[in-house]
């Protein structure tokens, strides 16, 4: 019973205690105007607890902006990218347009040069796997007027020749293939020589040529050679190149040399296919003869 009554007088005494020393500083705080005690043990305990909060909630606040901003920045950048790849694919098409263009119209300067002459245009479609355009298949066939001899052109002259015709395709065997013999001649003197093919004179960029006649007529390097006028598949005219090379055989009477083509063969994409052939214009001729 002396225990709890005690216990009792001492929560009493504590809470008097408590309840006196907090008007004290009450009143010392109010004469003191805001300056006392309460306002110093606030400074160390309340203030920093406060910035502590304050701090954390503009730390979550920061945090939640950063998140929407790079939120809104992976989209932007998605957007961008979309748009870049868009505007790649249109810059490729545009140049893939410009350089088709570009070879159109050396298409069309070769059509004007050789416009005694029906011809077609044609893609091509299919090589026979080298790096060189030796044997190829275009899209156009006998439908549309392409004969075995059609004579086909490309760049500035002379591509090769027509050996195989399917109703929508044909195989053309160019100037520049191992088996191509061309019957041709220099086009100031008209002497005749034999331009062959030859795929490891290709890769330096030129053809041989021989059996042309040792005279008189001198030929230097820059002469222009054209087909000649007896070749039998050959229509006479059509641009081959340019001698870039030329000497007197051991025989002493004929020479020989090399040839800079007029056509890259290593890049071919579009052709002109001349539909009449070397046989088509001698039969004509021969029922024009026959007519008179």
């Given at each position: 019973?002396?225990?709890?009554?005690?216990?009792?007088?001492?929560?009493?005494?504590?809470?008097?205690?408590?309840?006196?020393?907090?008007?004290?500083?009450?009143?010392?705080?109010?004469?003191?105007?805001?300056?006392?005690?309460?306002?110093?043990?606030?400074?160390?305990?309340?203030?920093?607890?406060?910035?502590?909060?304050?701090?954390?909630?503009?730390?979550?606040?920061?945090?939640?902006?950063?998140?929407?901003?790079?939120?809104?920045?992976?989209?932007?950048?998605?957007?961008?990218?979309?748009?870049?790849?868009?505007?790649?694919?249109?810059?490729?098409?545009?140049?893939?347009?410009?350089?088709?263009?570009?070879?159109?119209?050396?298409?069309?300067?070769?059509?004007?040069?050789?416009?005694?002459?029906?011809?077609?245009?044609?893609?091509?479609?299919?090589?026979?796997?080298?790096?060189?355009?030796?044997?190829?298949?275009?899209?156009?066939?006998?439908?549309?007027?392409?004969?075995?001899?059609?004579?086909?052109?490309?760049?500035?002259?002379?591509?090769?020749?027509?050996?195989?015709?399917?109703?929508?395709?044909?195989?053309?065997?160019?100037?520049?293939?191992?088996?191509?013999?061309?019957?041709?001649?220099?086009?100031?003197?008209?002497?005749?020589?034999?331009?062959?093919?030859?795929?490891?004179?290709?890769?330096?960029?030129?053809?041989?040529?021989?059996?042309?006649?040792?005279?008189d007529n001198e030929i230097e390097p820059?002469?222009?050679?054209?087909?000649?006028?007896?070749?039998?598949?050959?229509?006479?005219?059509?641009?081959?190149?340019?001698?870039?090379?030329?000497?007197?055989?051991?025989?002493?009477?004929?020479?020989s040399g090399y040839i800079t083509p007029?056509?890259?063969?290593?890049?071919?994409?579009?052709?002109?296919?001349?539909?009449?052939?070397?046989?088509?214009?001698?039969?004509?001729?021969?029922?024009?003869?026959?007519?008179?």
């Amino acid at each position: 019973m002396k225990t709890k009554n005690k216990s009792s007088f001492s929560s009493k005494y504590w809470l008097i205690i408590i309840t006196v020393v907090c008007v004290i500083l009450l009143g010392i705080e109010r004469f003191t105007d805001g300056g006392g005690p309460l306002r110093f043990i606030a400074g160390y305990t309340v203030i920093p607890m406060q910035k502590g909060i304050s701090y954390v909630g503009r730390f979550m606040s920061d945090l939640t902006d950063n998140f929407e901003t790079m939120e809104d920045m992976k989209k932007a950048n998605k957007k961008l990218q979309t748009k870049i790849d868009e505007l790649t694919i249109d810059n490729t098409r545009l140049r893939q347009e410009q350089y088709e263009l570009e070879r159109l119209r050396e298409l069309y300067k070769l059509d004007e040069n050789y416009s005694d002459y029906e011809k077609i245009g044609a893609h091509v479609i299919m090589n026979n796997g080298s790096n060189w355009y030796t044997d190829f298949t275009i899209d156009k066939g006998s439908k549309d007027g392409v004969q075995v001899n059609s004579n086909v052109l490309a760049g500035s002259g002379l591509v090769g020749i027509v050996t195989e015709v399917g109703p929508n395709y044909a195989r053309v065997r160019s100037v520049i293939d191992d088996a191509s013999n061309v019957s041709a001649m220099m086009l100031s003197t008209s002497d005749t020589c034999m331009v062959r093919g030859d795929l490891e004179l290709m890769a330096d960029g030129r053809l041989y040529f021989e059996k042309l006649a040792n005279n008189d007529n001198e030929i230097e390097p820059g002469e222009q050679v054209v087909t000649s006028h007896v070749s039998s598949r050959f229509l006479q005219g059509l641009f081959i190149g340019y001698v870039s090379d030329i000497k007197v055989d051991p025989n002493n009477l004929t020479r020989s040399g090399y040839i800079t083509p007029a056509v890259d063969f290593s890049k071919l994409q579009e052709v002109l296919v001349i539909t009449t052939t070397k046989q088509d214009m001698l039969a004509d001729d021969e029922e024009s003869s026959e007519g008179e």
